[in-house]
């Protein structure tokens, strides 16, 4: 148990479907963040929040809408995904020391997401 | 560019002991991790380096070269639950991972 859920465990959907990503951590921590993991690849970084604030967004595609309403929950909503976008999306959160950030990430087990 | 390379795929025997390595080209450098990804879970902590130096931890070490951009995981008295992929990562001078794409690990009778 690692102290950060996420739900679904796995999900197929059409490309013209609306879906939505949760993720909750259990920890306490400030930080949160949404990671794409696609076979063969390093984890790709597509947004992080710290203190509810979004401080990261590395050219995800607007296919991909991030929020975060409180510091223990994460929602990463998606609309009209390509076939491409068929990947495990992992959520993790942190606790942040005011700008630095050396502790380690505390991961959840991750959504399969299929489009087809 | 920022570059993190480790090996694809590794195997070795049960009870020997192993080293995957990692090489990393960052825009600073602060800190460096290892993470343990078994199939169908969630990456989980292994260790983490700042300083030159071995760190060890029970069967696994971590060991780091700044000079040299270079790291090592080691991993002694090998089990078959240690089958898994092992990710790199390093925390460059904005404090963002970047991650390596991993070491399939496969450890064989």
């Known amino acids: 148990e690692t102290g950060v859920t996420q739900t679904p465990r796995h999900l197929v959907m059409g490309m013209t479907n609306k879906k939505s990503l949760k993720c909750e951590q259990h920890?306490?921590?400030?930080?949160m963040y949404w990671y794409k993991q696609s076979a063969k690849k390093p984890l790709e970084l597509m947004f992080v929040y710290n203190f509810k604030e979004q401080t990261e967004n590395n050219s995800v595609p607007s296919r991909f809408s991030p929020e975060c309403p409180n510091s223990s929950h994460l929602f990463l909503h998606l609309h009209t995904l390509q076939p491409e976008d068929s990947a495990l999306y992992l959520c993790a959160s942190s606790q942040v020391e005011r700008e630095t950030n050396v502790d380690e990430q505390f991961f959840g087990p991750g959504t399969r997401l299929t489009v087809l | 560019g920022q570059n993190i390379d480790q090996p694809t795929e590794m195997t070795a025997t049960e009870g020997a002991i192993v080293q995957i390595n990692c090489t990393y080209q960052t825009s600073g450098f602060n800190g460096l991790f290892w993470y343990q990804q078994h199939a169908g879970e969630a990456p989980t902590f292994l260790s983490y380096?700042?300083l030159d130096g071995l760190e060890e931890k029970g069967r696994f070490s971590s060991f780091l070269s700044r000079s040299k951009g270079y790291s090592y995981l080691l991993l002694k008295e090998l089990q078959m639950k240690d089958s898994a992929s092992y990710l790199c990562a390093v925390s460059d001078s904005n404090y963002q991972l970047i991650w390596g794409a991993g070491t399939k690990l496969i450890i064989k009778p």
């Open positions: 380096n700042v």
């Open positions: 920890l306490g921590h400030n930080a």
